[in-house]
């Protein structure tokens, strides 16, 4: 819950806040652009919400790892605020984890068994909805820092999980093991991709040649509508990221789902795969 006693003094008077546990994870700023923003290392309100941003700040509430984001008034939020559908069959999970910086999951419909990829945290909101869209059969981690709730996800919904071995230290309760670089196909229609970069066990998931989860080794900028990677926050081996992503250029998509950052436009392949090549050739 959030603090009034913390109120962020950076954040516009009125009702809604933000409390100064923010850790500036950005996941707020991507679900509501533009009335929540940045300054001096934090997330603040520009403006106090107006009836027409109902929708977008509860889920700015919701994704919030630390939960600082509420009302002095006490409101309570609607009865179902994620997981919301971004794309068909691709929902924003919400309830981003403290454990992983308030990094983006994902649930993906399948006719085979939903996916999970990385994980939210584990909370009634969200278990009892997800189950309404059939539950979870295979949770698929993109590295090691996105772990978070997956063990109690895994053990809800009885699902497979799957990891890097070079990032396998952080799931020891992992079932399924990806080794070396090369691409495989871990489900009907998924492919996983290894790129070593961000972390040695790094790894994108490709679903039917049109949706690719990144975690960290790729995002949307909203500020240069571009796609980006982050530098400052590579923990392995910036030259071997821009190695691994242009390797993932022979794979074609149409869409990006982040781990940090935002998602991208669903745009053509070719202009996605220009934009990837471009990319590398400035890394």
């Known amino acids: 819950m959030a603090r009034p006693m913390d109120r962020n003094p950076r954040s516009a008077s009125g009702d809604?806040?933000?409390?100064?546990?923010?850790?500036?994870?950005?996941?707020?700023?991507?679900?509501a652009p533009g009335l929540l923003v940045e300054r001096a290392g934090h997330s603040v309100f520009d403006r106090q919400p107006s009836s027409a941003d109902a929708e977008r700040v509860w889920q700015a509430a919701e994704v919030c790892p630390t939960q600082s984001i509420g009302?002095?008034?006490?409101?309570?939020?609607?009865?179902?605020?994620?997981?919301?559908?971004?794309?068909?069959?691709?929902?924003?999970?919400?309830?981003?984890?403290p454990d992983s910086y308030g990094a983006n999951s994902w649930l993906v419909q399948r006719p085979g068994g939903n996916l999970l990829v990385d994980s939210p945290r584990f909370t009634r909101r969200l278990r009892e909805p997800i189950a309404e869209l059939g539950g979870?059969?295979?949770?698929?981690l993109t590295h090691r820092d996105d772990v978070a709730d997956a063990e109690q996800w895994a053990a809800e919904f009885g699902a497979t999980v799957t990891i890097h071995?070079?990032?396998?230290?952080?799931?020891?309760?992992?079932?399924?093991?990806v080794e070396g670089l090369e691409p495989v196909e871990v489900r009907p229609g998924?492919?996983?991709v290894p790129v070593p970069g961000h972390t040695r066990g790094s790894v994108l998931y490709l679903v039917d040649d049109t949706w690719l989860f990144t975690g960290d080794s790729l995002a949307?900028?909203?500020?240069?509508?571009?796609?980006?990677?982050?530098?400052?926050?590579?923990?392995?081996s910036w030259p071997e990221q821009q190695r691994s992503l242009a390797?993932?250029?022979?794979?074609?998509?149409?869409?990006?789902f982040p781990g940090?950052?935002?998602?991208?436009?669903?745009l053509p392949a070719d202009e996605q795969h220009a934009r990837l090549v471009a990319l590398t050739d400035r890394m």
């Open 220 to 236: 949307w900028s909203q500020e240069s509508h571009d796609l980006y990677a982050f530098e400052d926050a590579c923990w392995y």
């Open 247 to 256: 390797r993932a250029a022979a794979f074609r998509f149409e869409q990006i």
């Open 190 to 192: 998924v492919t996983v």
């Open 136 to 140: 979870i059969a295979a949770i698929l």
């Open 260 to 266: 940090h950052g935002s998602w991208s436009p669903r």
């Open 71 to 97: 009302t002095i008034s006490r409101l309570r939020p609607p009865e179902r605020v994620f997981p919301r559908e971004l794309a068909p069959g691709i929902f924003l999970c919400g309830y981003n984890s």
């Open 16 to 31: 809604w806040f933000v409390d100064t546990r923010c850790i500036d994870c950005g996941s707020c700023r991507h679900v």
């Open 165 to 177: 071995r070079d990032d396998r230290s952080a799931a020891p309760f992992a079932s399924d093991v």
